[in-house]
Every structure is written in structure tokens, then in C-alpha cells.
């Protein structure tokens, strides 16, 4: 099922019992679709009660954290502002965090499903609006004989969409309750 726009903003959950046990894990999709594009851009296994979870009061969407400056920059160095307040390390695995450094959460909107392939969403609000950022930052290297590793992505494609308050928490509101009917 898809709630919201897929031009815009969407969420696609759908169960799917092939990849599901009796009275096991309700496993099935979980993406975000942001002007059209998957996070992740690939079909995988995502557990649905760990998904709907990260749709919590803790989740950006939710807790919309108001930021004019974040909101207003341009999409790269809001993306990448945001990310490296909550995983410096990612994008320049040679930073140099410091060892007070506090990870800051507020900004996060991605899901397990969407991190677990490396991607990241973010959203910031300003005047009842909010701005959702998301990118795949890493895509999986190597070969079955060798191994596979992770490799930043050269040029981030980071894909935004700004909506109303209130259209946000419909599609949250949807999902959650679509949830309750599958689970």
C-alpha cells in the first residue's frame, strides 16, 4: 500500500508472507519515495514492526524540529549538515570527532530498512512546512569470492520535498493505522 504522493512524498508498506513465518516477524516493503525515487532503491526484507517503530514521537516527521537556516540551505549542505550531526564518520570515515561529541537524533526521519542499505533521511520545518531530505550515501562493493564492502557514493543525489504539517501527519496517521490492520 502507498500513502501519500510518490510526485512527492510517500510511504510504501506492503506485507509479504514469502518472506514471513507463522507467528513470527511480519516482514514485508518498507520505502520512503521521494519525487518519484525508492530509499532504498532496492526490494529487501524489512521487518514491519521495526519500521513502524522509527514512525515514533522520536521521528522527525513527528517531532517536526524547526530550523530556518537548515530549512532555507541549499539541499547538499542541509543533507549533509544533518547527517553529520548524527553519524560524522559516515561520509569522511577520517573525521576527527571528538570524544564528547553527542549524537544528535533530532533531524533523523530514515527507517531501519532505509539505513540498513544506506540510506539516510532527514526533516526540518519552518512556518507549518516541512522539508524531507534523502540519499543513499554508500552502495555495496566486491564480488562473492572477494567479499563485499561498503563505498561511499562519489556525488550524493539527494532527493528533497517540502509539504505541509498536516499532509505529513496523514501519511503517518495512514501508515500506522494500516499497520494495526496487517499486524
Request: proline content about 4%; overall charge negative; glycine content about 4%.
Amino acid at each position: 500500500m502507498v500513502f501519500g504522493d510518490p510526485n512527492n512524498f510517500a510511504i510504501l508498506m506492503e506485507p509479504v508472507s514469502a518472506w514471513s513465518e507463522d507467528a513470527g516477524y511480519n516482514n514485508g516493503l518498507f520505502h520512503f519515495i521521494i519525487n518519484g525515487k525508492l530509499f532504498p532503491d532496492n526490494a529487501s526484507v524489512a521487518t514491519l514492526d521495526g519500521d513502524i517503530s522509527c514512525l515514533s514521537e522520536d521521528s522527525a516527521l513527528v517531532t517536526i524540529v524547526e530550523d530556518k537556516a537548515l530549512f532555507t540551505a541549499d539541499k547538499h549542505t542541509a543533507f549533509t549538515t544533518m547527517l553529520n550531526k548524527m553519524l560524522p564518520e559516515l561520509l569522511n570515515p577520517d573525521a576527527d570527532v571528538p570524544d564528547d561529541f553527542v549524537t544528535d537524533y533530532r533531524y533523523q526521519a530514515s527507517t531501519y530498512n532505509l539505513e540498513n542499505n544506506m540510506c539516510y533521511a532527514f526533516a526540518v520545518g519552518h512556518n507549518m512546512e516541512l522539508r524531507i531530505l534523502a540519499a543513499k550515501t554508500s552502495y555495496l562493493s566486491g564480488n562473492d569470492h572477494d567479499g563485499y564492502q561498503w563505498e561511499n557514493l562519489d556525488n550524493l543525489d539527494v532527493q528533497e520535498t517540502i509539504l505541509p504539517h498536516n499532509e505529513i501527519e496523514g501519511i503517518i496517521a495512514s501508515t500506522r493505522e494500516f499497520y494495526k490492520h496487517i499486524s
